[in-house]
C-alpha cells in the first residue's frame, strides 16, 4: 500500500505537523514507517482522506497522484539508503498539473468582517463628530441674531422720544420710574426684575451718549465729569454699548475699585482689566469695547 510522508501529508491537508498529530490522536491513528526510509513517518491515502473527511479539509485533486509520482518517476525515486528532500516532497503538489486553491477559512471571513465594521464605525463618528460641530456653529448663529435683534429692539424703546421726556420729569418730580400709574403697586416679580436691570451706558443715534439707571431713569450729567465718576463709584456693573462694540463692567467686591470688561462671543467668555473708576472714562470704555468687538472675527 502506498504510503506518504508526515510533510506531505501536512501540505494536502494545509494543516502544521502539531495539528497532524492531534488529530491522530483524537482519530486513534498512528504513523507508519516509509518502505524506504524507517525514519520517516508516513501514512496511507486512505487515513489521509478520513482525516480530511473528519476534519472537513478538502484535498487536491492531485493528491491521488502523489503516492504514483513518488514510486514511478524515475528522477524522483530515491536510491537505496537515501531519503527523499524534503524541498522535492513540498514541490510535488506545486509542479501538480491541476492546480487548486484552498477557500478561505472561517477566521479570515471573520477578520475581514471585523475590518469592514471598523471602518463603518469610523465613518460613522466622522460623521457624528461633523454634525455635531455644524450643529454647535448653527446655534451660535442663532444667538448672535438673537442678541442682534433684542438690541435693535432696546435701541428702539429707549429713542423714543416719549419714553425720554417723561424720565426727566419723573427724576425731577421725585417720583420712582414705576410711578407712572398712580395707586398701582409693583408686583413683587416686576421689582425684583427691575433690580437685576443693570445701568446702561449708550452711544445714541443723536451722536451723543445716554446714561440710564433702572432706578433714577435718564441721568443728565455730563461724562468724564465728577459727577460721572462718583455715579460709577456707587455702582458695582453696568453696561456699556459703544460706537463699535459692547460689553459689562463689573467688581468683585464694592470696596475694589479695579473694574474688568466680560463679554461672551462664540460660547467663549473673554475678561481684560479696565482699570480703576477713575480711568474709566468714554475713551477708556470705547477702547475697551472696540478690543472686545475684534474676537467677533
Known amino acids: 500500500m502506498a504510503t506518504i510522508p508526515q510533510t506531505d501529508c ?22 507508519a514507517a516509509h518502505p524506504t526510509d524507517a525514519r520517516i513517518k508516513s501514512l496511507t491515502l486512505q487515513q489521509v482522506q478520513q482525516l480530511a473527511t473528519l476534519h472537513a479539509r478538502p484535498l487536491p485533486s492531485s493528491a491521488f497522484a502523489v503516492p504514483t509520482l513518488l514510486e514511478d518517476s524515475p528522477q524522483l525515486r530515491p536510491f537505496e539508503g537515501q531519503t527523499l528532500p524534503k524541498q522535492t516532497s513540498a514541490s510535488l ?25 471598523e471602518t463603518k464605525v469610523t465613518t460613522l463618528q466622522e460623521q457624528l463628530a461633523q454634525l455635531a460641530m455644524e450643529l454647535l456653529h448653527e446655534r451660535s448663529q442663532r444667538y448672535e441674531r438673537r442678541l442682534s435683534d433684542l438690541e435693535t429692539l432696546l435701541r428702539q424703546t429707549l429713542g423714543a422720544s416719549a419714553c425720554l421726556q417723561e424720565l426727566p420729569a419723573m427724576v425731577a418730580a421725585g417720583q420712582p420710574e414705576g410711578a407712572i400709574a398712580p395707586g398701582r403697586r409693583l ?21 451723543t451718549y445716554v446714561v440710564i439707571c433702572p432706578k433714577e431713569g435718564d441721568l443728565q450729567f455730563t461724562p468724564d465729569s465728577p459727577a460721572w465718576f462718583d455715579w460709577l463709584a456707587s ?5 456699556f454699548v459703544g460706537k463699535l462694540g459692547r460689553f459689562t463692567a463689573y467688581r468683585k467686591c464694592s470696596t475694589s475699585r479695579s473694574w474688568s470688561a466680560y463679554r461672551t462671543i462664540h460660547q467663549h467668555d ?6 480703576t473708576t477713575d480711568h474709566l472714562t468714554l475713551d477708556c470704555l470705547e477702547q475697551m469695547a472696540t478690543k472686545l468687538q475684534s474676537y467677533m472675527e
Not at 94 to 117: D, G, H, N, R, W
Not at 270 to 275: A, M, N, P, R, T
Open 10 to 31: 501536512c501540505l494536502m491537508l494545509g494543516i502544521d505537523p502539531k495539528t497532524l498529530r492531534n488529530w491522530l490522536k483524537r482519530s486513534n491513528m498512528q504513523f
Open 187 to 207: 408686583h413683587p416679580a416686576e421689582l425684583r426684575a427691575r433690580s437685576r436691570v443693570l445701568p446702561l451706558i449708550e452711544y445714541g443715534a443723536a451722536g
Open 93 to 117: 503538489l506545486v509542479q501538480a498539473p491541476t492546480s487548486f486553491s484552498p477557500p478561505l477559512s472561517e477566521e479570515a471571513e471573520l477578520k475581514k468582517s471585523l475590518c469592514c465594521l
Open 270 to 275: 473673554y475678561k481684560h482689566y479696565l482699570g
Open 235 to 239: 455702582l458695582s456693573s453696568f453696561r
